[in-house]
């Protein structure tokens, strides 16, 4: 009893200094001004810190360990990354206010922007209709079948699209998967994003047009596999992205529409296809634990493991991208984890957790601290360059997908966040796309000179 009464006294000191932190330097209680780090500390007291409580309590001889230790470091540690990224690039809280609330600004170079959006969509369907050539089964036409079971669905889900991957060996793996992903994750997201900003700025037959066409193959490839997170990513990012477009001004109808169309895909999935039961009600509570209580457990996890039934890996999970560009061997920690919690599971199963697993995976509990104070340092940076930079329909574009992407960091590692979900890689291609933008607007303005 006195350890339970001690645990919670130290956790409520622990959330107090980081909100305390985080109202300082970015204004968390500002709702209706949310900003990156704002969202990030929201959610990952949602989805971690809080559940953490009933997943300590839960688990048999669970004392005060690395685990709840990892958890009150982290929810203290964020906030004084953030805080070192502030007094560094001199940020103060008002600039956020300030970029909220500024009028959509044009380019110099918008006039190309459609030919640039035009040119990379066609290439983007190439890749669709390669994609669709390659995978040995669709799942969301496989869910129509009289075979349609859970276990039948879930081998489909694998074969159309992880066994792509040539690290799995499987008959259909192509060096195209890189492509297939970064296509679901970066390029998609993004095009939805920007076609609709110009769609709504313009009113453009022609942007509409093409608005249309994008998210009617990026809706369409999101749901494809069944996995339920990317077609609610996509809807995410576009509601904040309108929520920066409209200077902070969404009315309760808009909320609630995109809140419907977050939900309904991953609930019919829950529902109707990853269960017998076909029971709503049962449906809604996975997915209430989904993302609270699961990702919790699975943190806890990745504490219990290492360096208790492996020993601490000393970076191979921060080196494992370039192992695999390279074609090195390199050790699968959420495989691994997969394998350890159910050894039961199907060969390619896959669980990752919050980014302080694969930090004390590989480095221990001073792994997640200094981990925790780069991840604060690392977001508000990011916050901090996108709130400078003119208010564009490719800067709010950004700025959404970011947004959606440090929530990520709930259930995934810093690697996954940064490579695989685009949180570097999509900077890139906003400049790849920004640049043949600006060849396309020089070249019209040559041909009108002449």
Excluded at 2 to 9: E, G, L, P
Excluded at 132 to 155: G, R, S, Y
Excluded at 211 to 222: E, H, L, R, S
Excluded at 420 to 446: D, H, M
């Amino acid at each position: 009893m006195y350890v339970n009464i001690f645990v919670f006294a130290a956790g409520a000191i622990a959330l107090a200094i980081g909100c305390l932190l985080m109202q300082r330097e970015v204004k968390l209680f500002s709702i209706i001004r949310p900003t990156i780090p704002a969202v990030f500390f929201f959610t990952f007291l949602v989805m971690s810190y809080f559940p953490s409580f009933a997943v300590w309590h839960n688990m048999d001889g669970a004392v005060i360990t690395n685990y709840i230790l990892g958890l009150f470091g982290t929810v203290i540690c964020v906030p004084i990354g953030i805080c070192l990224a502030n007094r560094a690039l001199a940020y103060r809280h008002e600039e956020s206010d300030k970029y909220l609330f500024k009028r959509v600004e044009s380019e110099g170079w918008e006039d190309g922007m459609y030919g640039a959006h035009a040119i990379i969509i066609l290439g983007v369907l190439f890749v669709l209709g390669d994609y669709c050539a390659k995978t040995p089964v669709l799942p969301i036409f496989e869910a129509f079948t009289k075979t349609a079971t859970p276990d039948n669905l879930t081998l489909a889900r694998e074969e159309s699209f992880k066994l792509l991957d040539p690290r799995w060996g499987g008959p259909n793996s192509t060096p195209l998967f890189i492509i297939f992903l970064f296509l679901q994750r970066i390029i998609f997201p993004l095009l939805l994003m920007t076609t609709l900003g110009y769609a709504l700025k313009t009113k453009a037959t022609s942007w509409r047009i093409i608005c249309a066409i994008t998210w009617f193959f990026g809706i369409f490839y999101a749901v494809s596999s069944l996995a339920r997170t990317p077609v609610s990513a996509l809807f995410m990012r576009a509601a904040f992205f309108i929520y920066f477009f409209k200077c902070g001004k969404i009315g309760k109808k808009t909320v609630l529409i995109f809140a419907a169309f977050t939900l309904i895909f991953p609930l019919y999935v829950t529902t109707y296809l990853n269960s017998t039961s076909r029971n709503i009600l049962g449906g809604l509570y996975a997915i209430f634990l989904r993302l609270t209580y699961s990702p919790a457990l699975d943190l806890y996890h990745y504490f219990d493991a290492f360096p208790k039934h492996h020993g601490y890996l000393y970076g191979q999970t921060l080196i494992r991208p370039f192992c695999q560009l390279f074609g090195i061997p390199c050790f699968y920690v959420e495989n691994f984890m997969s394998m350890h919690i159910s050894p039961n599971n199907i060969v390619t199963a896959h669980t990752n957790a919050a980014f302080p697993s694969n930090l004390n995976a590989d480095f221990g509990l001073l792994g997640v601290i200094i981990g925790a104070i780069f991840v604060g340092a690392m977001i508000q940076y990011v916050q901090i360059t996108i709130v400078r930079a003119p208010k564009t329909i490719l800067n709010m574009a950004l700025y959404a997908f970011m947004v959606y992407a440090v929530w990520v960091l709930n259930f995934g590692s810093i690697n996954s966040v940064l490579l695989a979900n685009g949180g570097l890689l999509v900077w890139f291609f906003a400049s790849l796309l920004r640049k043949l933008a600006i060849i396309l607007s020089t070249g019209f303005r040559e041909k009108n000179d002449v």
